[in-house]
């Protein structure tokens, strides 16, 4: 089975910065088109304090660093060299939303889309949008979340898909800080199924795709739960993809 799509993960969270130059992104965008990759998804724009692109909006209301470069143009410049799909990943305030505080996550990403679309809505590459903040179940406020930004971005770009990558809350969802391997619990099969298909019934025409990631659950069950997945994706109409 072969790959198509890869996340580009930028400068923060969980993943040390790369401090990698044009020349070295341009040696991995060749390596990823010479093995058949055609989209790249920018897996977030921003988090907390820390930007792929110089966000007027984001340095004004939350404080943000200026970058010395703009990924995104350079992404953007990449992808079209090598005739790929380009997703932009929305921004994470690291905060908000893990507080409950969904209203203020959503205004800031509407700010940051419309800013987005205005700068980069042109170029031939940008293809599409991913939701930045991801579940592994129904949390809170999510299908607001989704659905109000899904909508919000498809409205501005002429229909543009959108793409989510939740995770599954299996006995492998453990803090990637921590040694432990496993943790007592997780959820089960028939649970993820009743809160899933509440999610996607409730997103469904705002989000295109859902890309679970396939890494959080025994890999005796994994069949199981992609299965569901399957199901439940085409009961709405929405594309499933694998995130691996």
Not at 57 to 70: Q, S, T
């Amino acid at each position: 089975m072969q790959l198509t799509g890869t996340f580009l993960d930028e400068i923060s969270h969980d993943i040390p910065h790369q401090n990698w130059g044009r020349a070295e992104w341009a040696a991995d965008f060749a390596a990823m088109r010479a093995i058949g990759i055609d989209t790249v998804i920018l897996i977030r724009s921003g988090h907390k304090r820390w930007l792929t692109y110089p966000s007027e909006v984001l340095i004004e209301r939350e404080g943000c660093y200026r970058p010395p470069a703009d990924l995104v143009d350079m992404f953007l410049d990449l992808a079209e060299q090598h005739d790929m799909a380009f997703y932009f990943g929305t921004y994470d305030s690291g905060y908000y939303w893990h507080r409950g505080e969904f209203a203020h996550e959503i205004d800031l990403n509407r700010a940051v889309v419309d800013e987005v679309w205005a700068k980069y809505g042109k170029r031939p590459a940008f293809k599409g949008w991913y939701l930045t903040q991801e579940v592994s179940r129904r949390t809170w406020n999510i299908i607001d979340l989704y659905a109000t930004l899904g909508r919000h971005c498809k409205a501005l770009s002429g229909g543009l898909p959108v793409l989510i990558s939740p995770w599954m809350e299996g006995i492998k969802a453990t803090n990637a800080f921590s040694p432990q391997v496993h943790k007592e619990g997780g959820i089960t099969l028939a649970q993820h199924e009743q809160e899933w298909d509440e999610v996607m019934a409730g997103i469904a025409g705002a989000v295109d795709i859902v890309a679970f990631q396939d890494g959080r659950v025994e890999f005796s069950e994994l069949p199981d739960f992609r299965a569901v997945n399957k199901r439940l994706a085409d009961r709405p109409g929405l594309r499933c993809w694998t995130n691996s």
